[in-house]
């Protein structure tokens, strides 16, 4: 049964336009999970619009609207000021997007739509502050250099942040990851960094951050990046991460479906897990395609905002199973078996399904 639904969502047919999108976004493979921290290359990446082309020595960052003293700062001055290094889960609010149906026209993402690296940057807390927030700011807004058309609305790539959450320590302005200067594909020279938060809100090629007195109405904000059930319902807007874990898939793939075949014997799978709200407490496993479940061990958290490993003892029988992989947080989340469907395919945190045939 569970074999059979994996294998039609699979065979369901894909647009060209959403075959574009995956070839210039690429995703992140599965069996990169074994890296603590993701080469740069392995991370996934989401671009809505083109690539900006940055000159590092004439970029500037403004930091003006509802403040006292509006700054600008040149990409040495950033660098000059105190800087703090943060391991942290990026995640593709769209990911699962194509396991639903019916889907919106957007990127096909399956799972790979993530990546764990490490962060350095100057923490945007002290810029605030150095600013003078104005009594009536109620939003800041985080505005990239890259502009398009998206709904029949022209904009550059903008999102905004409620003051207190903007003020969280852990938001960074960065411009390295994995200690390289930013790729232009991450957002060169200086990108936002919001831990534990989905993706859309880490607003690369930063141009300038806003300090607005109502909240912003913009296409990202407003529009998209909502759980909606149909196109006139608000919905909710998306924010943290929810729990998600994912397995580092077991034996050797065939190629080109990437079926998956294992050696029958003792076996370790191991994965990584994450959320946004509290670290992960717990992950479960699945041999049986979610009939029963059993405790993995979990690795020591390496902070608060990056995945955490998980691993278990399996001893591989001849046939075909179904392995899944289950995470809870602290906060109380815990992944569903069956994905939530909302117009804009956001925050499918459904436990991944893996088939393995078992054979000698
Ligand atoms: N300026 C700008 N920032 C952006 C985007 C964008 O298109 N333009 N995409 C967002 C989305 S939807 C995601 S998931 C992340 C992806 O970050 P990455 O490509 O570095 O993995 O960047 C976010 N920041
Ligand atoms: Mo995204």
Request: proline residues 9%; charged residues 25%; contains cysteine.
């Amino acid at each position: 049964m569970a074999v059979e639904s994996e294998r039609q969502s699979a065979s369901e047919d894909f647009s060209t336009v959403e075959l574009a999108l995956a070839t210039r976004n690429h995703g992140f493979p599965l069996e990169s999970l074994r890296y603590d921290l993701t080469p740069i290359g392995l991370h996934y990446l989401l671009i809505h619009f083109d690539i900006p082309q940055v000159d590092p020595t004439t970029w500037r960052l403004e930091i003006g609207g509802e403040v006292g003293r509006p700054l600008s700062l040149s990409l040495d001055e950033l660098k000059q000021r105190p800087s703090t290094s943060v391991a942290c889960t990026l995640e593709c609010a769209g990911n699962g997007r194509a396991r639903l149906s019916p889907r919106p026209l957007s990127q096909p993402w399956l799972d790979e739509a993530i990546g764990n690296a490490e962060w350095t940057g100057t923490p945007l807390a002290p810029l605030l502050e150095e600013a003078e927030i104005g009594e009536a700011a109620v939003e800041v807004l985080f505005t990239g250099l890259d502009r398009g058309v998206q709904g029949d609305v022209e904009h550059f790539y903008e999102r905004s942040l409620p003051v207190d959450e903007a003020r969280r320590p852990e938001m960074l302005l960065a411009y390295e990851i994995n200690g390289q200067p930013l790729p232009p594909q991450h957002g060169f020279p200086v990108r936002l960094i919001v831990p534990g938060w989905y993706g859309m809100t880490h607003v690369k090629w930063l141009d300038r951050i806003t300090v607005v007195t109502e909240p912003f109405e913009g296409f990202q904000q407003a529009k998209q990046y909502r759980t909606k059930q149909s196109e006139d319902d608000p919905g909710e807007p998306v924010t943290r991460i929810q729990p998600r874990s994912l397995l580092v898939p077991p034996g050797i793939p065939d190629f080109p479906e990437r079926r998956r075949f294992l050696e029958p014997g003792p076996r370790l799978l191991e994965g990584r897990a994450w959320s946004g709200w509290a670290p992960v407490t717990r992950v479960e496993v699945s041999v049986d395609g979610g009939e029963t479940w059993q405790d993995a061990d979990l690795d020591e958290l390496t902070g608060d905002y990056g995945w955490r490993r998980w691993s278990i003892a399996w001893n591989a029988e001849p046939g075909e199973h179904v392995l899944c992989s289950r995470a809870t947080d602290g906060a109380g989340n815990t992944q569903p078996e069956e994905p939530e469907w909302n117009t804009g395919g956001y925050v499918n945190n459904a436990v991944q399904r893996v088939v393995v045939t078992v054979q000698r």
